[in-house]
């Protein structure tokens, strides 16, 4: 994995920059790093960008008042966008969130400037992704309690114009691709790097296989690592992320962690590898928000108008993962993923304590589960959880219906949200903190803003790549 600059005897080229991967992240380094004059050479595994932000919904989290946000009618700033992400993460790093947050509406323009095409629209629906070319939309914990005290909230999913639930972040690597293409960016496909070469502690180019033929790419500024994340690594997933074994992985073939054991191999150190997005929503329809989740005790235990990530995380976290939506029948509805993601209608029922003896629910739980819900929500109150007036009504219309979300029952599906520790700059850090000379890394292979599905809000992978890729780009040619 790691070769000494001694062992190569012809450099197949030598360029300023060499990004490792074709997807998000690499894709705005290259751009970023060839705009400041650098020579630059994508190397990609596959035969064309088919990675996972090719597949992706095309949210990119971004605020602190982009033209969107404006033309819609949102106040935000670059101090409630940091304050938000430091409120729902478990030790925050500061300077990262700090210079996303104040660069974020330089990225959206940037973006744009690049050919990724955002409608000047709202979507004020609860959904997962929009089905329509629709822009903002909430997807994270903003509105929800307590972060929406500590944080002042505002949409800050931007979709891009797109129409259909997928395609969006293939459009907007159509685009990026082709930008790149167009200042000079060099990309070569079907070229595995497998290996980084060091002289003196320094990364100074790469080793890769191109269909059995030995290559060797040396780099003057540094090598950007945005291969992906471990999802496909059945060892590594062993490893760090065992509690969510038969979570469906989402994301691109080649997510085999093979550029962070290249990180790893060169001295880097990873963070937050048991972190993973985990999802089996609970919404669309909105109207769901309205029901309630208990476990196998009739015992409420999250906010169901939290973002759906989190709630599912906090699924995963009940006894057994038992869990179960229950609705009346004025907010019955099939949940969209009902299907696709086996979340079975257990039955309807005349009463509560039918419900409760078909759940196995102890006698009585449910029924004062129920009892102290609705009383509370007639009174437009949710002092347990803080669930926010808008979905609070009582479930007293029989009959009722129970709905299994129990990990395990219901379909889950992830991605990996750990990687290689990366520094504000996006250089690679050893175990002392200190950055591997030209080494960078971004993307999913990268521990960037978003740790876990709490923490999580859709488009802070696509947005984190992109702003990191782009920060090793400026620090590489400083
Ligand atoms: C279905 C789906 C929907 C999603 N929707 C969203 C969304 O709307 N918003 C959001 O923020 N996030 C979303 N995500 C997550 C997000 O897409 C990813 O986290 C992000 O795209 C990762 O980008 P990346 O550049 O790190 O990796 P990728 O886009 O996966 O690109 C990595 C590239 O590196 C290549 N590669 C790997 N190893 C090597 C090697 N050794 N040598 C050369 N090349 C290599 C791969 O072939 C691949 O092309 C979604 C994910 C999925 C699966």
Redesign the pocket.
Known sequence: MIQTVDAIEIWTAEVDFIV????????CGAIEARAGGLSVLV????SG?????????????LGGGTAVQTACGFADSAQALTDYLAAVTDAPERDKIEAFAAGSVELFDWLEACGVPFDRSYFPTKAV?QEGRECLIWTGNERVWPFCDQAQPAPRGH?VAWDGK?G??GLA?RRLVAHAGQIGVDARYD????SLVMQDGQVIGVG?NHFGERLYFRAKHGVLL????FGRNPAMMARHLARFAGVTI???????G??IQ?GEAAGGTTAHMNGM?VTSPIYPPEQLVQGILVNCAGRRFVTEDSYHTRTSLAIIEQPEGIAYLIVDSATFAYPDWYQQANQSLIDGFETIAEMEARLAISDGAMQATMAEYNRQAAAGEDPAFGKHPDWLKPLDEGPWAAFDFSFGRAGFNG?TLGGLRISVHAEVLDGRDKPIPGLYA?????SMLAHDANNYA????????AFF?RQAAHHARA
């Open positions: 490792v991967g074709y997807g998000i992240a690499g894709v190397l990609e595994r596959s960008c088919s990675g996972s932000s090719a597949m992706a919904s095309g949210h990119f989290y992704i979709k997928d969006a972040g690597m070229v595995q790097v497998d890769a945005a291969g992906g994340g989402l994301g691109g073939e080649h997510d085999d093979g550029v290249l997005l991605f971004a993307g999913a292979c990268a859709s488009g802070i992978s696509l947005a984190g790549g890729g």
